[in-house]
């Protein structure tokens, strides 16, 4: 069975929701934390789904203010790890 992997730019609830999935964080963060972080500045926020469920995300933003992009937090469901999705995120990032 193949399963459908896509990565969309999403609001940043989406990947709230996956971020609160990642069994590494003790305390995974709201909605507010994330904003604040990347407040004022050009920011990609990006989840990948498997079969249309959220299961991956990159939040970054241009910390300097230099054009460069700050890979700031990315996690992948542990159920859906070694399928690839970091890489196709970093490369959807490349893109943009």
């Known amino acids: 069975m ?4 896509s ?14 999935t990642i069994v590494e964080f003790d ?3 709201q909605k507010d934390y994330f904003e604040d972080r990347y407040k004022d ?3 990609l926020i990006i989840v990948a789904y498997v079969d249309d469920q959220p299961v991956g995300y990159i ?5 300097f203010e230099d054009g460069s992009f700050y890979y700031w ?5 542990p159920k859906f790890r070694k399928l690839g999705l970091l ?9 943009w």
């Not at 193949?2 to 992997?5: G, K, V």
């Not at 990565?7 to 609160?20: H, L, Y």
């Not at 939040?59 to 910390?63: A, F, T």
């Open 73 to 77: 937090m990315a996690g992948v469901n």
């Open 2 to 5: 193949t399963n459908q992997i």
């Open 59 to 63: 939040v970054g933003y241009d910390k």
């Open 41 to 43: 500045k050009e920011k």
């Open 7 to 20: 990565i969309k730019e999403v609001p940043i609830e989406e990947a709230v929701k996956v971020n609160a």
């Open 27 to 29: 305390a995974p963060y």
């Open 87 to 95: 890489k196709l995120m970093m490369d959807y990032e490349d893109k």
